[in-house]
């Protein structure tokens, strides 16, 4: 795909805060939402969970910059927008209501050493993706989450009376008409600010039919500085148990994230910078350990993001990231983007989430669909939509196991990696490979036979016209 900016353009500042809005708009909503069902999940009052809230907001915001610009051997040095992960919200409620809320910043502190000590292993891990198991992995990321985008659309969750009014479903239409309309036929910052002004347009729209509720922005602090340790901290061995399974869920997903965004901005994935990435990870997740927030992980949304607008400058992430810590700063902000209507959103999340899923399909172009892998690509995506679309498969499943497998992304990923290593490379395969390489050999030398002679007849008529 050809990049509107790259991965180390600087566009000019105006461009990039508005550029970064759109990053900002798509991952607020998610970012709040960790902190405030487990909050609300365990009996926290309103002035706690406006602190876990500004907490993940300034959070994110410092681990977004520094995972953009890098920090020494920390940071992956891409568009990564960090934030609240939802792989968390299950153990940390259970650990809550058992052992109170400083039990779930002990545990994730101490679990997020399986993130720190792990991403010092990442170039080996690297070595088990290749575009076969990768490419499974990017597909599985994007329709795991799409239902996410489809429930925003139907303005309300699955059985509520208002799920899929036809309201909801013409405000959301009309955001991602615009963003279909604007990405194809625009031309520069138009089209790479598609997504922005598509939720903007819809936001009016919203604002007009009097639908957006302002509470949240009267409700919401002027000004909030983070607090050390706010909730004290405990540690309970079940507890750190149970965030450690998490955290290695977390490993695999980011992978996937970053596997995905390398893709997506034409770099180069190696193992070294996958250690930067993880490594940012998990020191993000320590530091919201100890302000008093939800642990970290990458965000996939944000991937589709780069996919439609063509721009995968770091920098401009990086300002998104200095939004998101002025958010967390002056909460009136982020009350402000928590108004936006959820239709609004499915606008715009249904055609960033199907992006990744394009871009999934990208990497799969690229192998040789032998029998071999026709099966890992099968077998890995069906296992994870059967997680995602069936979760009570997992009913009779012991609690350790339903962590790990209870992620579409992680149960999916984890069988095609396995295939990639069971599966032995038959000889009719490779056969076929050699076969596939040397036609698309032969190809390569007919296309550069035909641009040389091209090259030449031009040459020659350029002499004929000087001569004359």
């Known amino acids: 795909m050809k990049l509107l900016y790259k991965v180390e353009d600087k566009p000019p500042m105006g461009a990039s805060i508005l550029l970064a809005l759109q990053h900002m708009l798509a991952a607020m909503g998610a970012i709040v939402a960790v902190p405030l069902v487990v909050g609300s999940a365990i009996g926290l009052a309103t002035e706690e969970m406006v602190i876990l809230v500004n907490a993940a907001l300034m959070v994110s915001g410092i681990v977004t910059i520094i995972q953009c610009k890098g920090a020494g051997p920390v940071g992956i040095r891409l568009p990564v927008v960090m934030g609240t992960?939802?792989?968390f919200v299950a153990i940390a409620i259970s650990i809550g209501i058992d052992s109170g809320v400083s039990a779930i910043?002990?545990?994730?502190?101490?679990?997020?050493?399986?993130?720190?000590?792990?991403?010092r292993f990442m170039p080996q891990i690297r070595k088990l993706f290749p575009p076969v198991v990768s490419g499974t992995v990017v597909v599985l990321i994007g329709l795991t989450i799409l239902p996410?985008?489809?429930?925003?659309?139907?303005?309300?969750?699955?059985?509520?009376?208002e799920y899929g009014h036809l309201s909801h479903l013409l405000l959301g239409s009309l955001v991602l008409l615009i963003v279909i309309v604007l990405s194809q036929f625009g031309k520069g910052i138009v089209a790479a600010a598609a997504i922005v002004i598509g939720m903007l347009a819809g936001y009016l729209v919203a604002i007009m039919l009097g639908v957006?509720?302002?509470?949240p922005i009267g409700a919401a602090p002027l000004f909030a500085l983070p607090t050390l340790l706010p909730f004290g901290i405990s540690f309970t061995i079940s507890g750190i148990i149970g965030m450690s399974i998490a955290y290695l869920v977390t490993i695999m997903e980011s992978t996937g994230d970053f596997l995905a965004l390398s893709d997506a901005t034409?770099?180069?994935l190696t193992g070294d910078k996958l250690s930067k990435g993880i490594l940012c990870d998990g020191l993000g997740s320590a530091l919201a350990s100890t302000l008093g927030t939800t642990p970290f992980s990458s965000f996939s949304q944000n991937v589709g993001i780069v996919s439609i607008t063509g721009v995968a400058s770091r920098h401009v992430v990086a300002v998104t990231g200095l939004i998101m810590l002025f958010a967390g700063l002056f909460p009136k902000i982020g009350a402000l983007v928590v108004t936006i209507p959820s239709p609004v959103l499915g606008g715009a999340g249904i055609v960033m989430f199907a992006m990744i899923i394009s871009s999934g399909i990208g990497i799969l172009s690229k192998i040789n669909f032998t029998k071999r892998n026709m099966l890992i690509i099968a077998v890995g995506v069906a296992t994870?939509?059967?997680?995602?679309?069936?979760?009570?498969?997992?009913?009779?499943?012991?609690d350790s196991i339903?962590?790990?497998?209870?992620?579409?992304?992680?149960?999916?990923?984890?069988v095609a990696l396995v295939l990639n290593i069971v599966l032995r490379v038959s000889k009719s395969d490779e056969a076929q490979c050699t076969e596939e390489k040397r036609e698309a050999l032969q190809e390569i030398i007919k296309e550069c036979d035909a641009n040389s002679d091209a090259l030449q007849k031009e040459e020659t008529e350029k002499s004929k016209i000087e001569t004359t």
């Open 212 to 215: 957006v509720d302002f509470s």
């Open 148 to 161: 996410v985008a489809v429930d925003w659309l139907a303005g309300a969750y699955v059985g509520d009376e």
């Open 85 to 87: 992960s939802f792989t």
């Open 266 to 268: 034409n770099t180069k």
């Open 384 to 398: 994870g939509m059967a997680v995602t679309m069936r979760p009570e498969i997992l009913n009779y499943f012991p």
């Open 402 to 414: 339903k962590v790990i497998f209870g992620s579409g992304i992680t149960a999916g990923s984890l």
């Open 105 to 119: 910043f002990g545990a994730a502190l101490v679990g997020s050493l399986v993130m720190i000590i792990g991403s």
